[in-house]
Antibody, heavy 123, light 107 residues
């Protein structure tokens, strides 16, 4: 059974950079066949897809966040990571990592999710 | 961006009743690129349906998905106590987007 677990700080100051890591167990990122995603859930706005990375390193970001987002992968640790810069209070959300099977088209649905980690942006 | 609108916002039903949840899209979505999720507080969201009507691994057959174009439906044929949760639709024709959710609560 594939499991994903997010880790990172729960409180970040405005204008700083958020760094989160997702550790995957029960399956190898290197095996291919999946996109590795970050998704967030705002208290009011709901679920928002942030972007994904493929094991070979190709990425695809939500156009609304593209200028502030970087997703990277470390296959040796079976982890992938999110960096989101220039934070504001609007970035306060629960952040999820999720696996997305590669099917037809460029964007996936999500078959396994982490439990999520709450990130608060506040001074 | 494709906007998904779910209705109703809250559905109050009793165990054993049938639940019908709707998801409307701002533009046509291929049924093969529509998914449904169940989410309970403090838990990871759970994939129920993908490809419009295919049940994910381990999902009981009381859950079914249907629809095409701009109108999609998730049906729970007989509600079990564990089915009371929030349900989201998601499209993956283009940059993925989610509906705002329907809460199924115990009447």
């Amino acid at each position: 059974q594939v499991q994903l677990q997010e880790s990172g700080p729960g409180l970040v100051k405005p204008s700083q950079t958020l760094s989160l890591t997702c550790t995957v167990s029960g399956g190898s990122i290197s095996s291919g066949g999946y996109y590795w995603n970050w998704i967030r859930q705002h208290p009011v706005k709901g679920l928002e897809w942030i972007g994904y990375i493929y094991h070979a390193g190709s990425t695809y970001y939500n156009p609304s966040l593209q200028s502030r987002v970087t997703i990277s992968v470390d296959t040796s640790k079976n982890q992938f990571s999110l960096k989101l810069n220039s934070l504001t209070a609007a970035d306060t959300a629960v952040y999820y990592c999720a696996r997305g099977p590669i099917t037809t088209g460029d964007t996936p649905h999500f078959d396994y999710w982490g439990q999520g980690t709450l990130v608060t942006v506040s001074s | 961006e494709i906007v998904l609108t779910q209705s109703p916002g809250t559905l109050s039903l009793s165990p054993g009743e049938r639940a019908t949840l709707s998801c409307g899209a701002s533009q046509s979505v291929s049924s093969s690129h529509l998914a449904w999720y169940q989410h309970k507080p403090g838990q990871a969201p759970r994939l129920l349906i993908y490809g419009g009507s295919s049940r994910a691994t381990g999902i009981p057959d009381r859950f079914s998905g249907s629809g095409s174009g701009t109108d999609f439906t998730l049906t729970i044929s007989r509600l079990e106590p564990e089915d009371f949760a929030v349900y989201y639709c998601q499209q993956y024709v283009s940059s993925p987007t989610f509906g705002q959710g329907t809460k199924v609560e115990i009447k």
